[in-house]
């Protein structure tokens, strides 16, 4: 069973997915760490599958190469229709990963295929974008304080 977070963005969500990964593998506010990733920090990995298959698929390719069940993957995208997160959630689904939707005030798309959605109620995209930070923040110490929280 997996216990690796993952995130697929797009546009000026990749600085927030890139940041909040941080936060969990390098530390939040406890020093433990925990398995995190920002799927398009691999720059060969995005521009090979982009050139040969097309950008839609970049991270549902590598949902389906290193996504396990259990895993968690986090899609940030304002609109909630960003074609390749979508395509992303569906190969999670297929594999038992849960799917965290971060979006707009909509949803979007990704509203119906989320296990998860936490849509910010507004249609502009640096509120949208500063309220996912802050929402991201927020998971992270909550997920600290129940995984490594004394007992």
Known sequence: MGTGCISAVTGGSAADAQHLAAEFSGRFILTKALPAEALHCNTSYLTAVANDYGYDVVYSRMIDGIGETGDVLIGLSTSG???NIIKAFEVAKDKGIITVAFTGITGGQMKAISDYLINVPSAD????QESHITIGHIICQLVE????APL
């Open 145 to 148: 304080e129940k995984y490594f």
């Open 81 to 83: 229709n960003s074609g």
């Open 125 to 128: 995209t640096p509120r949208i």
